[in-house]
């Protein structure tokens, strides 16, 4: 890595950390902000090494500025019908939970990518990530209720629509 990678990969951790402290802090003192700012550039010097982060101000380029308030909003909104339905099914014992697991392709290849997919798909109450296989591209799922039909057809039901909301924002065409 060279100089000028490390010192972006440092402003970029540099203003992450700061922004941890004050939601960890949620103070505005002028110590505390002092403080904050030191601590947060200690921390980007120590880890800037580690390799290159995401800076804070990419979210405002056109792409990722429309793509994560609409992932946002899928997002919710499964999240909301899963629990609902989960709990319509808790209520009705006549509606039998069909559990299992399910193994589904996956159009994601970058770490960031399968570790979005993964957390975004796993807050839907319905379906929670168990295993991520790279070489086949395939993630595996416990599902509360085991969509039926192929691979692709119960992909569609599951990680699908959250992949490509993050294909939007993540690929570069």
């Known amino acids: 890595m060279s100089g000028r990678d ?18 960890l802090t949620w103070t505005a003192t002028a110590e505390q902000l002092i ?7 200690l921390v980007a010097r120590a880890m800037a090494a580690l390799g290159p982060v ?30 609902l339905v989960l709990a319509v099914r808790i209520w009705s014992p ?4 069909r559990s299992g697991m399910v193994v589904v ?6 770490d960031g990518e399968l570790a979005a997919t993964g957390l975004l ?16 591209n395939v993630l595996q799922y416990h599902a509360v209720s085991v969509p039926s ?10 990680n699908a629509p959250v992949e490509r909301d993050i294909g939007r924002i993540t690929r570069r065409s």
């Open 121 to 136: 798909t796993s807050l839907i109450v319905d379906n929670q990530i168990v295993d991520v296989d790279r070489t086949r």
């Open 54 to 83: 995401a800076a804070p101000w990419s979210v405002l380029r056109p792409r990722v500025l429309l793509g994560v308030p609409a992932l946002a909003l899928r997002c919710a909104g499964r999240i909301v019908r899963a629990n």
């Open 94 to 97: 006549s509606l039998r939970l």
């Open 149 to 158: 039909g192929t691979a692709d057809e119960k992909a569609e039901s599951i």
């Open 105 to 110: 392709p996956t159009e994601m290849r970058t």
């Open 35 to 41: 403080f904050g700012a030191v601590l947060a550039l």
């Open 6 to 23: 490390r010192l972006r990969s440092a402003a970029a951790l540099a203003v992450w950390a700061f922004g941890v402290w004050l939601l």
